[in-house]
């Protein structure tokens, strides 16, 4: 694992549209992983700005969202159908067809949806670039605390932290989901590549346990082997670039 410290919000932002652009680039038919939330919203507008400057295609690759709230149909603001369509996909050239977002509005079969989801990936070869943000308590999609490394796409209930943290995204508190549908730990660890995104004071206990992705100068805060990341860093850009690219 590589350890990139930016300063902020907006180098954060900037470096991981680098190497998303990247490795789109490089394989035009590229699987991409892609997460909902506050973080990757700057990570979406310097791709699009990317798309708009005739510099990024994405018509020829695919993509599997990590997550949606069970309950909530396409078009409830909230849902990470309309979050995806609203901050990534209306601005670019995703064909809609290679989209898959879980569907919320599921009501039975669950598992039997989840491994066709999980079917659907391996088909498609796999995820090559799985971005993630992490939640205040460490979970990445919906893999609350105690998920098992081995878990798959499931229908998972979510702690009180994360019930709490969407509460002020809702007008009705009867409206805020209890569930959601999401890949698990074990599906997201079959990436072949993960850019794992943190920003901000409130992240940092949660990434001084999970240690590693691209994160600004504030959620690396509690991090005690700072300065030893940036020499991994330095080294890696003259040893092996490829791994930034
Ligand atoms: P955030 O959420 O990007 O809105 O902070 C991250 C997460 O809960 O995965």
Request: proline share 2%.
């Given at each position: 694992m590589l350890v990139v410290i930016k300063k902020d919000?907006?180098?954060?932002?900037?470096?991981?549209?680098?190497?998303?652009a990247g490795a789109v680039r490089s394989n035009s038919q590229i699987v991409l992983g892609l997460a909902t939330g506050s973080t990757p919203l700057g990570l979406y507008k310097e791709l699009i700005a990317l798309h708009r400057a005739g510099d990024l295609d994405f018509s020829q690759a695919t993509s599997f969202n990590l997550d949606e709230y069970l309950g909530l149909p396409a078009f409830h603001p909230q849902s990470f159908h309309f979050f995806m369509k609203q901050n990534f996909f209306s601005h670019v050239n995703f064909p809609s067809g290679n989209v898959h977002i879980p569907d919320g509005t599921i009501s039975r079969n669950y598992d039997e949806y989840c491994a066709q989801y999980e079917q659907?990936?391996?088909?498609?070869?796999?995820?090559?670039?799985?971005?993630?943000?992490?939640?205040?308590?460490?979970?990445?999609?919906?893999?609350?605390?105690?998920?098992?490394?081995?878990?798959?796409?499931?229908?998972?209930?979510?702690?009180?932290?994360?019930?709490?943290?969407?509460?002020?995204?809702?007008?009705?508190?009867?409206?805020?989901?209890?569930?959601?549908?999401?890949?698990?730990?074990?599906?997201i660890l079959d990436s072949r590549r993960v850019l794992l995104l943190?920003?901000?004071?409130?992240?940092?206990?949660?990434?001084?346990?999970?240690?590693?992705?691209?994160?600004?100068?504030?959620?690396?805060?509690?991090?005690?082997?700072?300065?030893?990341?940036?020499?991994?860093?330095?080294?890696?850009?003259?040893?092996?670039?490829?791994?930034?690219?």
């Open positions: 919000y907006e180098e954060v932002s900037r470096e991981a549209a680098r190497i998303v659907s990936i391996k088909a498609h070869g796999g995820i090559d670039l799985q971005i993630l943000g992490i939640g205040r308590n460490g979970h990445v999609g919906f893999n609350e605390p105690t998920s098992s490394l081995a878990s798959r796409t499931r229908l998972k209930a979510l702690s009180r932290e994360t019930v709490e943290d969407n509460r002020h995204s809702f007008s009705n508190d009867s409206e805020v989901p209890k569930c959601a549908i999401t890949m698990g730990i074990g599906t943190a920003s901000g004071r409130s992240k940092a206990a949660a990434v001084a346990k999970a240690i590693e992705g691209i994160i600004d100068e504030d959620a690396a805060y509690s991090l005690t082997q700072r300065d030893y990341y940036r020499h991994v860093l330095e080294m890696t850009q003259i040893f092996t670039p490829e791994r930034l690219s």
